[in-house]
Each structure stands twice: as structure tokens, then as C-alpha cells.
């Protein structure tokens, strides 16, 4: 009985609806056990070459459907038309419908060359399912994701075992529905086996079921809340909008997901969950590059780190210091992390995460001071300068950022002293320097001497004073200057325009600005003054009554300030004050550690400052925007306002300095942060697997002008970490985006042993199709093969949390914005899934290479084909029709003996088996005649 091509090819389509309606949206998932069925019937005789053209018409129907929702992301964002955006879906379900080609053809291969039928095709298809790499990868297996019992064995052999389960019943299916129709025997062993299998994996998973159970209610818990803002792609980034209300969009936005985060607060989430990309900042970003508050040198080469409210002296060979005893001073920093002084005033040493370096003054030459601009909004480090005592200047860049953090990190360039050219500079005698958040350059003196930076040359600037000036600061985040000195002077102003604001009282030595930018001074006999932005100075309560030579404010707003003989003391924000240090060593320069304006997250910084201002009131989102225009910059781009508790958001970062342009970003990365109670970042994980033509193109490092003719296309670096990031007790594996489809990365990460695993996604990119419920299926089974609960996160929709056998436990829709929370348990221990790995894949390989094997030895030097001989006496004289190959009778061996019976009991069994479409098989070969053509016996599954 042979199936007429056009019946193949209707039978192969209706394997492929049966399977892709399994999915989301139809969720028929009953239909995977049988529908196989039709393709396995329609290909029992097919070639190898007809059999791989059956399974493709089955794939590519399958993916057609399956994964119909790619057109409306590749017309909506892609700018697409639909011709070409249905052609690309064609594409890509021909090219995933190959496992189903693979496992059809390698079947038809091994069953036309004497393997039992039933047995090849369950192992063939389940072998094209494992081997072909697939851009949205996807099992058999994951369509009965929600068959709770059935799927617990994943924690054997994963997905790809709860796949073999759903081959194997089809295979069986199929061999029983050709058994009917040929009324014949069917392959029993291979029925009873699947039988047997799935009433065992039935009883595995319901006894799981308990034991997983009994575990979780056991285990430690994590109160983990999400926040869905349910923002859109074209609300998130709001390009199409002008300026104006592209601003008040994604200020709005930011809002939302502080204030959902301060709802799961006050519920009592421990952990709270931004999804990926979900902080959109427009605006500066307060980002601090170190973990230190404060930092201090002095006499002996004394430097002191100040962490968790002590000083402590630096280790010097581990953070790469030189190992000097001279003095140090002059102290200044573009961001925390780099920082340089002067050692005895003739060396400049210059230190960094990636190396240190020193550059010695000309000969003769006493340096007085450093100073730096900070940083700009883009990451890079404005020019630094060191000041001589005779006024004159000289630029000295900081070291670039290493776009790559490998390790040996690559030497600093040597660095160059470059001086600036003086006009009409004088004889003066200089003092300090100091640059503003603009950039520009302050230098005081003696006799109230005063040089700026004009242009690119330095000039004297006349002075309102004659008194000595002993200090000057610049406002990090303005453009003023505060310059102090004797009998109590203080001047205010920029480097065009400084007046006298103070006169009077003992001698003042130190100056700085802290975050709110109020001005602070300090000076002889413990005299200590404060001065807000637009107010008048004011004396405040000092620490002690003795000289103040330096002082500093860190990010918190908290102030530390230098005595003589090497004392400090810290005061907090309510003016109270705690000594720090009293060890008699002199302390020369002190540095606070206050936030730099960022457009985006640096990979180089340990903290975003939470705001200091509370979230506005207005129940409507615009109109506490509006009201919020008054907030100071930082507090409205922080993603930390009104709650306290850990927040995981996903993030754009970089490193270096971010260019201009999307094409030149060569190190930009789709990043999870883990920011701490007080904004300190905690944790750092990237995005490891991207993808393609969205967030890189093909060969696009070694030809960078591909990302101009696909501007749309984002530039990211892939990242390289897999191991957990770690809050108090709960390690949590971070997945980014469809990392969660990846079941060797999975593996990769479970090999960290986490508690949970946490999936950070961006769905909206296909609006309310089915793509987003499809990609939860696809994930679900993780926590199974782990035995970890999977909790994701989503922008649109669908964030869930999911337990560890699969079952999802609570889940938000596709519309509306949501908030969910759960106590998660913090399971431990490991699956054999995760100690051996994808087992499986080598037992089917094995498998396979056995049935090859086999049938090379039993069917002889003819071409491994089965031939006439095969049904035998039975075929001839039984007139039931072909028998099963799956019998021993079935098999070239049997076929020989079978043949010899054929001679005697030919006559009437021949004619019934020509009858049959098998009469060459009845007979033995003529003698001296040519071998006859070969038939090929009606196949069935055997």
C-alpha cells in the first residue's frame, strides 16, 4: 500500500498544525502525544530523500505557525513591509523545520537497511530534535510543559528526556494504526516498552511531586517582588516624541517603577525585580566609581582608605602603590577610582585600577598642588593639572579606561607632562588649585594672588584680596569656586568674577563643596563655617579646638575633616560628629568621593546615589512629573527613590567613553545590576548570549559600517559570567532576555548552584501575540531539570513566578501594569540533570550507531537494502498480509531461511504474495540470469 505524493505532503502539513497547535495560542498540548502519527505513516515507504522532503514539509509548517508572531515584531520595529517580513518567517521556519528532515531521512535510512522500524523512528526523530541548531530553540518536550506529572522526569535527563517520552509514544502510536490497517502483528516489545515508560514516569512524577513539595515547605524563603509597568517599546525609549515630551515620557516611566517598588516595600519584598532595560534614565545619573567615602595621604606615604565609617591605611603591593616614605599632597580625582598626588613636590604619581604610574616635575620645579575636571557625561576624564609653586602649570591626561577588563590589564601609556603656556603670569607664589564640574581651572596664592585657565594659556586674574589664599574647591556639579585664607577670607564666584563673601576670624586652610552644593570652610582653632547656594556663611560646631587643615564631603553628605597631628573626625548629616582617627601621623589632603554625572550606567561604578528627595504625590503620572521639575537632576534619574529594599533592574552599561554613535559602542553591554539598600552596586551580570541583528550584527567587529546600513541594530559586547550574584543567603542565577530558551547556559549557570534563578526579559518587542506566552513555555521546564524556582520578570507581560516542578504559581496578563510577590524558597542540593549533563544525547548516539551497525551486519554486501527474501514463508502462504520486520523473520537473516521454504511452498504462496506486491520475494534467484530489480516491501513501522 503506497500513499500517493499529494497524500505525503497533506499528511506531513497535518503533523506540523498538530504540533505548533500544541503551543501558545491554541495550548492543545494532548495533540503531541499522536501527531507524529501522519507523518510517520505518510513516510513507511518513502526514500531517504523523500523521507527528508516529508519531515521538511512538517518542520516548516510547524515553525510557520508555531512562530507566526515574528512578522509583527520585523514590520512594527523592523520598519519592514509584510512581503518581506512573511519571506523572513519563511526563512527561518525552513530553516528550524530541518530537525524534522534530519529525523525522517535518518530514519528512512537506517529502517530501509533493516532496523526495527518503530524502534529507528522514535530515536531518529528524537536525534533530528537534539542535533539542529535552531535561533528560538525549542523541544517536543516543552509542549507538555503544563502535564505536571509527566515532566518531572527533566530532572534525569531534561527536556530533551520528556521529548523522547512524547517520540516513543508516537512512534508507538503510529506502529499500532499500520498494524490495523496491514492486519498484521505489531512491533509488541516496542508498545509494551512505551507503555511501560510512561506509566513509570507517571509514578516517578507523582511521587516527585510530594517529595519536592515537602522540600520547599522546608526550605529558607526569599520575598521576591515584581514590577511590571507594562511599558511598551515605543513608551519605553519614546523616540518619536519631541524633546519635551520624550522627557516627560521616560521620566514617567522611571516613576512608575519607583512607586510599584515602594507598593512590593511596604508589602514586604526583600528583593524587587525591574525588568530588562527597564531603567531608561534621561538625563545625568549620579554614579560613584569607588567603595571608599572618602580617601587620605599624608607624611611617610601615608594613604588611608575610608570604608564602612574607619580609616584604614591602603595595602600597598595588592592595590599597586608605590612603596615611597615621602610626603604626599596635592590629592584630586576625576571619579574615586583614579586618583594621583604629589610625592615631596617633585614627582606626580597617578594611580588606577589598571595600573600606576609617575612622571617626575622638570628639574628645580616645587609642585604645590593637582587638580582635575571630573568627568564628562560620556565617561571620559576631563584633563588634569599640576600646579608649580611660580605659577606655572602643566596638563597631565588621565589614563584612558581599558574597554576590555582581561586580566593581565594592559600597561597605562607612559604619561606626558604638556605645560600650558603663561601670559603676563608674574612673580607669585602659588598655593592650591582646584577645577570646577565645567572644567575650569582656579589657582590661589600668596599675597592674594589668583591664575585661571583662559583658552589654552594660563592668566592672572585680579584678585579682590591681598591676604594669602591657602585653598580653593570647585563645585563638582557647578561651575563656583570657594577660595579661603587669612583672617577669616572667603571668596565665592567663578574664575571671571570672585567676591569677597567673608571677612574676619582666625586663618582658614581648607575648602570644599559638598553634593547639595553648599560650600564649607575650615581653619585655625577649630573654626568650621557652612555656607547654602544663594545664603550667607554660618559658623558651625567643630569637632575640637584645634587646627583644620582639610576637609571633604562624601556623597551621603557626611563631612570628614583633617587636624593637626594627623587626627579626623566624621560628621554625619544631623551634625554629629565621631573621631575617626588619632594616630599622630600628618594628613596633608583628603578627598571625598561625591557623584559624576553619567548618561548611562559605567561598568566602573560601585554606586548610584539614592535620592534624597521623596517620590512626588500626584496620583497621575504626568502631573507628578510636572510638579517634580523643581528636583535637583540626580534625584529624578536615580533609580532609587522612595524604597530601600535590593533592587535587581536591567540596565544599559559601558565602559570607557560612550560615544556618540550606536556603530562605534565597543563596549556596551544589555547588564542586570544589583544595587544595594544605599545604592551600591552590588553585583554585575551581562547578557551572554545575543541576538542576532537586534543587539549585534554578524561580523560586524571585523566590518564596523554594517551597523550604518542597519541603524536600528544595537552594538552590544557579549558578557562572559555565569555565576550567581549573591544577596545575604540567596544565590541567584540571572538570566537576560531568551537566555532562559538556552538549556546548556542554563546548565552552565545551574553549575554555580544557585537557589533561584531569575529571568530579566523585554517581550514587548512583540506587542500582544503569542511570543511572549510561547517564550514562558519554552522556560518553564528549567526548574524541573534544576529543581530551582524561576521567577521572571517582564515589561509587558508575562512575569511569573514558576516552582520547582514546573507549576506556575502566579502570573501577571499581557495588559495593565502589576506587581507581584511571592516568598521564594531557596532550594539546595543538585539533580542528576545538572551532575551529568545532557546524558542522554550520548545514550541516543550510542543507540543509533547500534541499530547502524546491526543493519550493516545483517544486510549483507547488496547495499544494506532489504531485500526480496523478507517475508518468507509466512508472507506467502500466511495470507495476513507483510509481517512486522520487527520479528525475527523480518530480518536479512531470517529472510535467507525464509527463502529456502520459498522453494517448496512457492506455487500458491507466491501467487497470494504477488498479490501483495511481493512475488519477487517468494522465490530464489535464478541461476546465471542477472540479479532481478529490487522491490521494496510495503514499509510499516517496524
Known amino acids: 500500500?503506497?500513499?500517493?505524493?499529494?497524500?505525503?505532503?497533506?499528511?506531513?502539513?497535518?503533523?506540523?498544525?498538530?504540533?505548533?497547535?500544541?503551543?501558545?495560542?491554541?495550548?492543545?498540548?494532548?495533540?503531541?502525544?499522536?501527531?507524529?502519527?501522519?507523518l510517520l505513516f505518510a513516510a513507511r515507504e518513502a526514500t531517504v530523500r523523500r523521507g527528508f522532503a516529508l519531515g521538511l514539509v512538517a518542520g516548516t509548517v510547524t515553525n510557520f505557525g508555531g512562530f507566526h508572531w515574528i512578522t509583527w515584531m520585523l514590520s512594527e520595529f523592523g520598519h519592514l513591509p509584510a512581503p518581506v517580513s512573511w519571506a523572513i518567517l519563511l526563512l527561518q521556519a525552513v530553516t528550524q523545520g530541518l530537525a524534522m528532515a534530519v529525523g525522517v531521512a535518518l530514519w528512512r535510512f537506517l529502517a530501509r537497511r533493516g532496523a526495527p522500524s518503530a524502534l529507528t523512528a522514535?530515536?531518529?526523530?528524537?536525534?533530528?530534535?537534539?542535533?539542529?541548531?535552531?535561533?528560538?530553540?525549542?523541544?517536543?518536550?516543552?509542549?507538555?510543559?503544563?502535564?505536571?506529572?509527566?515532566?518531572?522526569?527533566?530532572?534525569?535527563?531534561?527536556?530533551?528526556?520528556?521529548s523522547a517520552l512524547i517520540y516513543a509514544v508516537n512512534a508507538a502510536l503510529a506502529e499500532l494504526t499500520l498494524a490495523l490497517t496491514e492486519r498484521r502483528?505489531?512491533?509488541?516489545?516496542?508498545?509494551?516498552?512505551?507503555?511501560?515508560?510512561?506509566?513509570?514516569?507517571?509514578?516517578?512524577?507523582?511521587?516527585?511531586?510530594?517529595?519536592?513539595?515537602?522540600?520547599?515547605?522546608?526550605?529558607?524563603?526569599?520575598?521576591?517582588?515584581?514590577?511590571?509597568?507594562?511599558?511598551?517599546?515605543?513608551?519605553?525609549?519614546?523616540?518619536?516624541?519631541?524633546?519635551?515630551?520624550?522627557?516627560?515620557t521616560l521620566r514617567k516611566n522611571l516613576l512608575k517603577h519607583q512607586r510599584m517598588s515602594a507598593q512590593l516595600e511596604a508589602r514586604g519584598a526583600e528583593l524587587i525585580l525591574w525588568p530588562e532595560s527597564a531603567y531608561q534614565p534621561y538625563g545625568a545619573i549620579p554614579a560613584v566609581h569607588t567603595a571608599d567615602r572618602f580617601l587620605a595621604v599624608g607624611a611617610?606615604?601615608?594613604?588611608?582608605?575610608?570604608?564602612?565609617?574607619?580609616?584604614?591605611?591602603?595595602?600597598?603591593?595588592?592595590?599597586?602603590?608605590?612603596?615611597?616614605?615621602?610626603?604626599?599632597?596635592?590629592?584630586?580625582?576625576?571619579?574615586?577610582?583614579?586618583?594621583?598626588?604629589?610625592?615631596?613636590?617633585?614627582?606626580?604619581?597617578?594611580?588606577?585600577?589598571?595600573?600606576?604610574?609617575s612622571v617626575a616635575l622638570p628639574k628645580g620645579v616645587q609642585g604645590v598642588d593637582t587638580a582635575t575636571g571630573g568627568v564628562t557625561l560620556f565617561g571620559?576624564?576631563?584633563?588634569?593639572?599640576?600646579?608649580?609653586?611660580?605659577?606655572?602649570?602643566?596638563?597631565?591626561?588621565?589614563?584612558?579606561?581599558?574597554?576590555?577588563?582581561?586580566?593581565?590589564?594592559?600597561?597605562?601609556?607612559?604619561?606626558?607632562?604638556?605645560?600650558?603656556?603663561?601670559?603676563?603670569?608674574?612673580?607669585?607664589?602659588?598655593?592650591?588649585?582646584?577645577?570646577?564640574?565645567?572644567?575650569?581651572?582656579?589657582?590661589?596664592?600668596?599675597?592674594?594672588?589668583?591664575?585661571?585657565?583662559?583658552?589654552?594659556?594660563?592668566?592672572?586674574?585680579?584678585?579682590p584680596v591681598s591676604v594669602d589664599l591657602w585653598a580653593v574647591s570647585g563645585d563638582p556639579l557647578g561651575r563656583?569656586?570657594?577660595?579661603?585664607?587669612?583672617?577669616?577670607?572667603?571668596?565665592?564666584?567663578t574664575t571671571d568674577r570672585l567676591r569677597v563673601e567673608h571677612r574676619g576670624g582666625p586663618d582658614l586652610f581648607a575648602a570644599w563643596f559638598d553634593a547639595d552644593g553648599r560650600a564649607w570652610a575650615a581653619g585655625a582653632d577649630g573654626r568650621l563655617m557652612r555656607r547654602r547656594r544663594g545664603g550667607s556663611w554660618a559658623v558651625e560646631r567643630a569637632p575640637a579646638q584645634i587646627d583644620l587643615l582639610a576637609g571633604a564631603a562624601d556623597a551621603r553628605?557626611?563631612?570628614?575633616?583633617?587636624?593637626?597631628?594627623?587626627?579626623?573626625?566624621?560628621?554625619?548629616?544631623?551634625?554629629?560628629?565621631?573621631?575617626?582617627r588619632r594616630d599622630g601621623t600628618e594628613l596633608t589632603s583628603v578627598l571625598g568621593f561625591q557623584p559624576r554625572a553619567a548618561l548611562v550606567v559605567p561598568r566602573g561604578a560601585k554606586r548610584i546615589v539614592p535620592a534624597r528627595r521623596p517620590l512626588p504625590k500626584h496620583k497621575d503620572l504626568f502631573a507628578a512629573v510636572d510638579a517634580d521639575s523643581g528636583t535637583d537632576e540626580f534625584d529624578r534619574n536615580t533609580p532609587r527613590r522612595g524604597f530601600r529594599t535590593p533592587l535587581l533592574m536591567g540596565a544599559m552599561t559601558h565602559g570607557g567613553e560612550l560615544p556618540m554613535r550606536n556603530a562605534e559602542c565597543k563596549a556596551c553591554f544589555n547588564s542586570a545590576l544589583l544595587l544595594g539598600s544605599d545604592g551600591e552596586v552590588l553585583d554585575l551580570v551581562d547578557k551572554t548570549f545575543l541576538l542576532v541583528f537586534g543587539e549585534y550584527i554578524p561580523f560586524g567587529e571585523q566590518y564596523p559600517k554594517l551597523y550604518d546600513l542597519l541603524p536600528e541594530s544595537s552594538r552590544f559586547q557579549a558578557g562572559t559570567r555565569t555565576r550567581p550574584v549573591s544577596l545575604g543567603p540567596a544565590r541567584i542565577g540571572v538570566m537576560i532576555c531568551y537566555e532562559d530558551l538556552l538549556h546548556r547556559h542554563a546548565m552552565r549557570i545551574a553549575a554555580h548552584d544557585p537557589n533561584v534563578f531569575v529571568n530579566l526579559t523585554n517581550d514587548a518587542w512583540f506587542g500582544?501575540?503569542?511570543?511572549?506566552?510561547?517564550?514562558?513555555?519554552?522556560?518553564?521546564?528549567?526548574?524541573?531539570?534544576?529543581?530551582?524556582?524561576?521567577?521572571?520578570?517582564?515589561?509587558?507581560?508575562?512575569?511569573?513566578?514558576?516552582?520547582?516542578?514546573?507549576?506556575?504559581?502566579?502570573?501577571?496578563?499581557?495588559?495593565?501594569?502589576?506587581?507581584l510577590m511571592h516568598a521564594v524558597p531557596l532550594l539546595e542540593g543538585r539533580t542528576v540533570y545538572a551532575a551529568l549533563g545532557d546524558w542522554t544525547f550520548l545514550a541516543l548516539a550510542v543507540a543509533l550507531l547500534l541499530l547502524w551497525a546491526r543493519a550493516l551486519r545483517e544486510g549483507g554486501g547488496a547495499g544494506g537494502r532489504r531485500r526480496g527474501g523478507a517475508g518468507g514463508k509466512k508472507r506467502g502462504g500466511s495470507g495476513r498480509g507483510p509481517k512486522s520486520p520487527s520479528s525475527r523473520a523480518s530480518s536479512p537473516r531470517a529472510s535467507a531461511k525464509s527463502g529456502k521454504s520459498a522453494k517448496s511452498g512457492g506455487a500458491a504462496g507466491g501467487k497470494r504474495g504477488a498479490a501483495k506486491g511481493g512475488a519477487a520475494k517468494g522465490g530464489s534467484k535464478p541461476k546465471g540470469k542477472k540479479k532481478p530489480p529490487e522491490v521494496l516491501e510495503p514499509g510499516s513501522l517496524r
Not at 580609616?311 to 603591593?317: D, F, I, K
Request: aromatic share 8%; glycine share 12%.
Open 1 to 38: 500500500m503506497t500513499t500517493p505524493p499529494w497524500l505525503g505532503n497533506v499528511l506531513a502539513a497535518l503533523t506540523g498544525v498538530l504540533v505548533f497547535i500544541a503551543y501558545p495560542d491554541w495550548n492543545h498540548n494532548e495533540t503531541a502525544w499522536f501527531a507524529f502519527v501522519p
Open 480 to 493: 563656583n569656586f570657594v577660595a579661603v585664607g587669612a583672617k577669616g577670607t572667603i571668596l565665592t564666584g
Open 557 to 580: 553628605g557626611h563631612q570628614l575633616v583633617i587636624g593637626r597631628g594627623g587626627r579626623a573626625w566624621e560628621r554625619d548629616r544631623k551634625g554629629r560628629w565621631t573621631a575617626r
Open 185 to 248: 502483528r505489531p512491533a509488541l516489545r516496542f508498545v509494551v516498552a512505551t507503555a511501560l515508560a510512561v506509566l513509570a514516569t507517571w509514578g516517578y512524577g507523582t511521587w516527585r511531586i510530594g517529595d519536592i513539595e515537602a522540600r520547599e515547605a522546608a526550605a529558607k524563603t526569599l520575598k521576591i517582588g515584581l514590577v511590571e509597568g507594562d511599558v511598551g517599546i515605543w513608551e519605553k525609549e519614546a523616540r518619536h516624541l519631541d524633546t519635551r515630551e520624550r522627557t516627560r
Open 768 to 819: 500582544q501575540t503569542a511570543e511572549p506566552h510561547h517564550h514562558l513555555q519554552l522556560a518553564q521546564l528549567r526548574t524541573v531539570e534544576y529543581r530551582r524556582w524561576l521567577v521572571r520578570s517582564t515589561n509587558t507581560g508575562v512575569s511569573v513566578f514558576v516552582d520547582a516542578l514546573g507549576r506556575r504559581v502566579k502570573q501577571t496578563k499581557l495588559t495593565g501594569a502589576e506587581t
Open 122 to 162: 522514535f530515536l531518529a526523530l528524537w536525534a533530528g530534535e537534539c542535533v539542529t541548531p535552531m535561533i528560538f530553540p525549542w523541544f517536543m518536550g516543552n509542549a507538555i510543559s503544563d502535564m505536571t506529572p509527566m515532566v518531572q522526569i527533566a530532572d534525569l535527563g531534561g527536556v530533551p528526556l520528556v
Open 300 to 357: 611617610g606615604g601615608a594613604v588611608l582608605h575610608h570604608r564602612d565609617g574607619v580609616l584604614v591605611s591602603a595595602q600597598r603591593g595588592k592595590e599597586g602603590l608605590p612603596r615611597t616614605t615621602g610626603l604626599l599632597t596635592g590629592l584630586s580625582s576625576p571619579r574615586g577610582d583614579l586618583w594621583r598626588a604629589l610625592l615631596d613636590g617633585r614627582e606626580v604619581v597617578t594611580v588606577s585600577p589598571w595600573g600606576t604610574s
Open 380 to 463: 571620559k576624564s576631563k584633563p588634569g593639572y599640576v600646579l608649580g609653586r611660580r605659577g606655572r602649570v602643566w596638563r597631565l591626561d588621565w589614563p584612558d579606561e581599558p574597554l576590555e577588563r582581561v586580566r593581565p590589564l594592559p600597561a597605562p601609556a607612559r604619561p606626558e607632562l604638556a605645560e600650558v603656556p603663561a601670559i603676563d603670569v608674574g612673580a607669585v607664589d602659588m598655593t592650591a588649585a582646584a577645577c570646577n564640574g565645567a572644567g575650569d581651572l582656579l589657582a590661589v596664592g600668596r599675597k592674594g594672588a589668583l591664575l585661571r585657565l583662559a583658552g589654552h594659556s594660563v592668566q592672572p586674574q585680579k584678585s
